[in-house]
């Protein structure tokens, strides 16, 4: 079982940035890790991910150019990072890892954009 756990969500004002991290229990190898967000009364969407074998990455048409996902493997941490914060980008961000037969799911780090 991989404990996944996020941090540095907080209070941002329109424009600013935050830089979020997914620290894992043990390694990523093999996992594709991604982030996903979930804003008051809406479903859960899909931010951004990159893929441990080889380093791909893939972002929701929403986010790209301002948001970066990166990994540290030797910190088994995944970063998304966050300009140009908008007040849509608002939402609670869960870390997400996946490999076939696991699906892992942090508890989610709040982001709060002030306009």
């Known amino acids: 079982q991989v404990q996944l756990v996020e941090s540095g969500g907080g209070l941002v004002q329109a424009g600013g940035s935050l830089r979020l991290s997914c620290t894992a229990s043990?390694?990523?190898?093999?996992?594709?890790i991604s982030w996903y967000r979930q804003a008051p009364g809406k479903g859960r969407e899909f931010v951004a991910a990159?893929?441990?074998?080889?380093?791909?990455?893939n972002y929701a048409e929403s986010v790209k150019g301002r948001f970066t996902i990166s990994g540290d493997n030797a910190k088994n941490t995944v970063a998304l990072q966050m300009n140009s914060l908008k007040p849509e980008d608002a939402a609670i961000y869960y870390c997400?890892?996946?490999?076939?037969?696991?699906?892992?799911w942090g508890q989610g780090t709040q982001v709060t954009v002030s306009s």
């Open positions: 043990e390694r990523f190898r093999g996992y594709t």
């Open positions: 997400n890892a996946r490999a076939t037969g696991y699906n892992y």
């Open positions: 990159i893929y441990w074998s080889g380093g791909t990455t």
